[in-house]
């Protein structure tokens, strides 16, 4: 939907208000940006007589120039006992900083104008409660103003590959394809796999000199599936198949047990190593599982309660244009951004899993989905950086990118 002066242009059927007793977003062990402003205001105030927890506590750090919350134990230090901020109780919204005002909301500006990106980590995204956003399109716009100089941007000429470009005409035209093919097919996942080959035959095309709108009335949606199917018998035979999955597996799940984990090197070493050969015990939230157990429980792709949110993720990813923004561990195009949202499909498949196996059971359920999705959006999808991803290693950096060029990438991930 389209209708402001900034011409924001927010995802459709999405609602959102913030929970009381929820604070994710003040405990997600994020680093909280202070704008200069609100750091002057807030450092006015004599935040000991307000509470005994900031008695001898620095409330703000400095880090490359730039201001932050200090965190106690990964919350906000101004997190109250009872789950609200204390900025926010004692002096109001508009003392607090500009990035806790403008959260969940992302803001990416586009040729068709700034999109709105929702962060899945808030559980108010997850289960869609609250205000229907369409009802909030001017307070979304002042949030837009905010902080412009912090807004993302994507380039009005998209590259398909690190060779051909396109006008974002003809990339609308990709993408509206695209989202209408996942809506097709028997299942999501033939639907996604199709996808990519057909990005893989528009590129052939492009390279013939032919015209976008030429390729897309000649492509058969209905062979892109028949093509899919036999791809599919042939996987099943091949053992390399299942040590190229392994190891797939093992470096993109890796980044949460052995890139973010805080942990030893040596840790580190063997957590991916355990993730490799599918044995030993990982850490997740706290909570220890075996890995084996992961690869043992069932994800079930015929669940709608489960898939419809897996799908409205996947989907949004799309729509706010999150496989056209740079990964510094990716080369910024379509044919690798698709590629890095396969991989999001499939960790959300991987970690609704190891919730299954934290909960003790062996059938995933819209609750371990949902999960998935939050530490998924948390870790991978909002924020992949080289300085993050797996030892903070080149090398991995051009291992990720040979991995998800390869013409069959989409049968290994899935």
């Not at 919350?69 to 990964?74: A, P, Q, R, Y």
């Not at 803001?107 to 956003?133: E, M, Y």
């Not at 890995?291 to 994800?299: C, E, G, K, L």
């Not at 291992?399 to 013409?407: D, E, K, P, V, W």
Request: hydrophobic share 40%; with cysteine.
């Amino acid at each position: 939907m389209q209708n402001s002066a900034l011409n924001i242009i927010i995802p459709e059927n999405f609602c959102y208000s913030c929970l009381p007793n929820c604070a994710v977003c003040c405990k997600a062990d994020w680093s909280i940006d202070i704008d200069e402003e609100t750091y002057k205001n807030l450092s006015k105030v004599e935040w000991e007589k307000i509470s005994k927890k900031f008695a001898g506590k620095k409330k703000f750090i400095e880090k490359n120039y730039k201001k932050y919350f200090e965190l106690i134990e990964g919350k906000c230090i101004f997190l109250d006992d009872d789950k609200y901020c204390l900025i926010h109780k004692k002096l109001g919204f508009d003392a607090k900083t500009s990035t806790c005002k403008i959260y969940p909301f992302k803001f990416i500006k586009t040729a068709d104008g700034i999109i709105v990106r929702l962060s899945f980590v808030c559980p108010s995204i997850i289960k869609n409660t609250g205000v229907p956003l369409e009802e909030q399109i001017v307070e979304i716009e002042k949030l837009a103003a905010l902080k412009p100089e912090q807004m993302r941007q994507i380039d009005e000429t998209v590259a398909l590959n690190e060779y051909i470009k396109i006008s974002w005409n003809d990339y609308k035209k990709l993408e509206n394809f695209i989202l209408d093919l996942l809506k097709t097919g028997d299942n999501y996942e033939s639907s996604l796999k199709a996808a990519a080959k057909y990005l893989r035959i528009v590129l052939e095309e492009l390279q013939k000199k032919e015209e976008i709108s030429d390729i897309l009335e000649k492509i058969d949606k209905k062979i892109l599936f028949v093509r899919m199917v036999s791809l599919g018998e042939k996987k099943e035979n091949n053992d390399t198949f299942s040590k190229k999955q392994r190891l797939y597996y093992a470096l993109f799940v890796g980044y949460e047990f052995v890139g973010r984990a805080k942990v030893s090197v040596f840790k580190k070493y063997s957590n991916l190593i355990k993730l490799i050969l599918k044995k030993g015990t990982l850490e997740l939230n706290g909570k220890k599982f075996d890995v084996s157990r992961v690869y043992q429980t069932n994800f079930d792709i015929e669940n709608k309660e489960n898939m419809k949110l897996v799908k409205k993720y996947i989907e949004h990813l799309i729509f706010t244009k999150w496989h056209l923004l740079p990964a510094d561990f990716s080369t910024p195009n379509l044919i690798s951004g698709y590629s890095l949202i396969l991989v999001i499909y499939s960790l959300v498949k991987w970690f609704s899993k190891a919730n299954a196996v934290l909960r003790g059971t062996s059938v995933v359920e819209l609750c371990d989905v949902e999960n998935a999705v939050s530490i998924v959006d948390l870790n991978y999808a909002g924020h992949i950086t080289k300085e993050t991803l797996f030892l903070n290693s080149p090398v991995f950096s051009k291992i990720c990118n040979l991995l998800i060029s390869q013409n069959n990438f989409e049968e290994i991930i899935i």
